[in-house]
């Protein structure tokens, strides 16, 4: 009987083992149907003569074809071969429709696109687009609906594994697509918005309204003339009133202020080059995603070579060198958003008022597809100042009075807009002096273009800056009323008020997304900066050498020196480093001097292998809680990332700013001191709670770990492991080789937000010019090249970025030929 039982038990297991090895070989079968094949020949629509796409050993491709719009066609169809899903999903994201596919849980970012209608103005900015950049447009767009044709007449698998899981019809590509898909980027990058809601909560939170300029800082700089308190523009309206949050997806579009766009860019003239050539190093921030954001590849037009970092969806090398030209982007944080509350008509809410009376909204139903679930019908609006959004978006609810509606003005919503086309054309500029004339067309994202051509090199904000009248009262930075005339928008202010930097005299120039101008309102650029922390190191290494080489540019590009350590644990540590009685081990004393004593010793270096950097990061995240939670109450956790200017302010009791030390609750007067003890304190308790009480056997990169996770997938038990690139990694808020930090818990300190593409240009010797990504190539995750990069990545290491067309040949990993049809 028992050998009965055994045997059957024994055929239950074998059946379970067989089955599950079926299945898991089944879908593997149906997965890697969509694994495109790189060596093949292929007869399209749409081009004129043959086009020859070479894979080099990256898995980049070099792009051949007679025409300009023959290889954009070819750039097309090189995206979707490895980047189909990506681009679904960015353009469900910006036409609102993420929810026809997964259904409820991205129904608030179907309703926030929808009320921006970006994908609607694309459609508008279709029609300015002149003749040039509709042919290339249209090319581009043949090129990808020729992928798809080709999957569908194949059975290709769908083109992405993902299709399998989430069966959502492709409708074809259009030029309007790509028009969004730049209206999306700008979305990613824009910070003013939640800037300036934020500002308002905090001013109508704080006790003390002259407080609000230690916690939401300038940058150093010429002070402003003094503005009106949120609670003056608008009575009535709480202290205290809890937000939302901004919409909790991995396909949000939409970033706090402090995810928001940011770069390195920095260039060498030939005086300052030790080879006499022209050198620029670039490495734009964005959130990390799996597959990365960035495609590389090289495309052969009419006009040479060009090569670099593209993004599926868009026919443009958007950060990259031809053999004359190299160019690279950073967020110029010109301030090119404003909100206005809008008060409605007491006696008719379909009215708003304006100066010149009530008038009514114009309005539109739009029904969001749900799957699983009914319809959802939303009506948009639209005032003169911009589209009305709702109260939930952006806590727009806790600044906006009863009656009254919250709108926004935006360069992104422009119908005119031709930013593309000058994407397009910049390709083929053979100069610094042409490339400034050609982005006189970009409108948004507002950008920092960093040129070097073989003699020069220049820096050009680019993206139209909003005229705002002298009275405007906030200056922007807080919502306004909006039926005020002095508020709204004066049209745009000329192209050459943009700043502009050609052939400075020190023969070195470049951007951290720092402060670049100091010019009085409405001339300002803008009162937002991304960073007052990096171009201190940045600085000191470029000053450092009397001549750069490639070598150096990497150097600076990979540097893990935290200038914002080095200039604040003196000041926060000043009366704790090496004081007080010793004490025995285990006592929460005795931890804490050993935390000090690995902290007097430590160089800055945000190394992933030291556990300085977790202990001086948990330090200073928890010192600035202790600092605000008193005055700012639930507001206070909101702050996620430390505000490097603040706690400078506090500790050098700047215009009072030592005030935050005293806990106003308290009977006794706390001193900054008796803070920064208490702030150690916690650090060690959670410290020790989550990695444990060894200090020297922390790992900062154990905490900093980069989070290249699949969006959908990547929360899918088992599967992520298979998904998602996880990677211990050096840097962080405030170093050169930036990992912008989580700052929620549980995990504060992943590193989610950095530089998905790397590249420095050499134009003394262009082939020897280097570039990389910080996963791989292809965004199908059987594929070998879906994270080849990320360990080069990882390791600060890089790959050819070469225009030499026999080497690329030389250890292809394929050639695609595209042959017209007859």
Known sequence: MLGKVFLWLFRIATGLVVLIV????????????????????????????????????????HIFGDRDEDVLYGLGYAHAQDRLWQMLTMRWTVQGRLSEVFGARTLDIDKLLRRFDLYGVAREAVEVQDAETMSKLRAYAAGVNARLDEINTSALGRGAPELFIFNAPVAPWTPADSVAMVKLMALQLSGHLPNEVMRARTSLALPDPDRLSDIMPDAPGQGIAALPEYSALFPGLPRYAKGRGLPDHPLSPVRATALAGASNAYAAAPSRSAAGGTLLANDPHLGFSAPAIWYLARLELTSGGVIGGTIPGIPSVLTGRSERLGWGLTSSYLDDQDVHIEQLNPENTQEYRTPDGFKEFEKRGSIIRVKDAEPVTITLRWTDNGPVLSGQNYDLETVTPPNHVATLSWTALEADDRTIGAGIRLMSAGSVDEAIAILEDFSAPSQNITLADRETIAMKTVGRMPARDPEHRSQGRLPTQGWLQENRWQGYLPYADNPEFRAPQGGILGNTNNKVVDRPFPQHVSYLWGDTQRVHRWRRLMQSRQVHTRDSFIEAQLDTVSFTARSLLPLIGRDLWFTGEAAPDGTPQRLRQRALELLAEWNGEMNEHLPEPLIYSAWLRALQMRLIQDDLGPLAAEFEHVEPVFIERVFRDIDGAGAWCDIR?????????????MALDDALIWIGETYGTALESLRWGDAHQATHDHQILGEVPLLRHFVNIRQSTSGGDNTLLRGRTKGSLPDPFLNVHGAGYRGVYDFADPNSSVFVTSTGQSGHFLSQHYDDLAQLWRRGEYVPMSLDAELARAANEGITVLRPAQ
């Open 665 to 677: 609750q308290s009977s006794p007067v706390e001193t900054c001191s008796d803070i920064a003890r």
């Open 22 to 61: 079926a299945v898991t070989v089944l879908v593997y079968w149906f997965a890697s149907r969509s694994l495109p094949d790189y060596d093949k020949t292929l007869i399209v629509q749409g081009i004129s003569a043959p086009v020859e796409i070479v894979r080099d050993s990256a898995n980049v491709p």
